[in-house]
C-alpha cells in the first residue's frame, strides 16, 4: 500500500499529493508517469511525475478532478493509502546537450511542465518559463516556476494574472525580441500545444510535446494511448510520451480526446451522488 505523505489544495480544481513510493522514487525521471488505482476496484489511471524526493523515497502527484477516479482520488486524505502506484513508465525527457530552452506549460499540464524546468535549471541550462491559466484563480506552481527559470512569464486569458494574452504571444515576442532556443518544450491542453508547434515551426524551433492521452495498461497492449506521429501509429505510453511537435497530428489526438469528455462527465457525476452525504 502507498501512503499519501501530504495533500494540498492547489486550486478549487488541481491538487497535489505526496505520495510514499520509495521504489518509483529511486527510478524516477521528469516526463515519467505512474499509473495508480484508489482500490482494488478502481480503475487505472495515469498521472505524471510532478516531483520526487529519493532520499525522503516519495513522489508527487498533481491532478486536476474531472472523472470519477481524479473524484474518488481528492477525497483521500494524509495518512490513506493508495492500492497501486506503478512507474516509472514512459521515457524520461531527453536533457543533455542542451543550452537554452524555453519550458512552455498550460493549466495543470504546469504540473508536468515544472520538473522538466526544474531539472534543465539544475544542469545549468537557461530557463525560459511560459505558462499560461485562465484567470488568477486557477494560478499554480507560480513560485516552484520562478525558483527554476532563468526567465519567467506568467499568462492569463483574463489578464488578472501576470500578462493579458497566450503563451503563443508571450514566445513569439521573445522570439521576435531575438532570443534563440536550443529547444522548446511545451506541455498543456491540446489545443495550446498545436499553436505552439505552429509557431515554433515557423521560426525552425526543434519542440517536443507531452501527449498524456488516456492510457489504460501503460504497456502499449491496449491501444488506447494510439497516436499518429509523421505519419506512424505510435503509442504515448511506451514511444512517449513525448515526441516532435512537428511531426504530432493534434487534429486526429484531439478528436480522439474530445469522444470521451461525455463520458468522463456521467461517471464523475455519478460518484459525487455516490458520495452525497458521507463525511
Not at 5 to 26: D, G
Not at 34 to 43: A, N, V, Y
Not at 211 to 235: A, E, H, Q, S, Y
Amino acid at each position: 500500500m502507498f501512503e499519501i505523505l501530504e495533500k494540498k489544495n492547489l486550486n478549487p480544481f488541481v491538487t497535489l499529493m505526496k505520495i510514499k513510493a520509495p521504489r518509483v522514487a529511486k527510478k524516477a525521471e521528469p516526463g515519467q508517469f505512474i499509473i495508480l488505482r484508489t482500490d482494488s476496484e478502481g480503475e487505472r489511471i495515469p498521472l505524471t511525475i510532478a516531483d520526487y524526493d529519493r532520499s525522503e523515497g516519495s513522489v508527487t502527484i498533481i491532478f486536476q478532478i474531472v472523472g470519477a477516479t481524479t473524484e474518488k482520488l481528492n477525497r483521500l486524505n494524509k495518512g490513506d493509502c493508495l492500492h497501486d502506484f506503478v512507474g516509472p513508465l514512459g521515457k524520461a525527457t531527453e536533457t543533455e546537450g542542451l543550452k537554452k530552452v524555453a519550458v512552455i506549460g498550460g493549466g495543470v499540464g504546469c504540473a508536468i511542465a515544472f520538473p522538466v524546468a526544474k531539472k534543465l535549471h539544475e544542469m545549468g541550462v537557461e530557463v525560459h518559463s511560459i505558462v499560461g491559466f485562465r484567470n488568477k484563480d486557477l494560478v499554480i506552481l507560480e513560485d516552484e516556476f520562478r525558483t527554476a527559470s532563468s526567465r519567467f512569464m506568467l499568462m492569463s486569458d483574463d489578464g488578472s494574472a501576470g500578462e493579458k494574452g497566450l503563451v503563443t504571444d508571450a514566445l513569439r515576442k521573445l522570439v521576435e525580441s531575438g532570443e534563440k532556443y536550443d529547444r522548446v518544450i511545451t506541455i498543456g491542453p491540446l489545443i495550446m500545444m498545436k499553436f505552439v508547434c505552429q509557431l515554433t515551426k515557423e521560426y525552425n524551433i526543434p519542440t517536443v510535446a507531452s501527449m498524456n492521452p488516456v492510457m489504460i495498461d501503460g504497456t502499449g497492449m491496449c491501444g488506447g494511448c494510439r497516436l499518429t506521429v509523421g505519419g506512424k501509429t505510435k503509442f504515448a505510453c511506451i514511444d512517449g510520451p513525448e515526441f516532435d511537435g512537428h511531426l504530432i497530428d493534434f487534429d486526429e489526438a484531439m478528436a480522439r480526446s474530445s469522444s470521451y469528455k461525455a463520458f468522463e462527465r456521467k461517471a464523475h457525476e455519478d460518484t459525487c451522488n455516490l458520495f452525497k452525504g458521507v463525511k
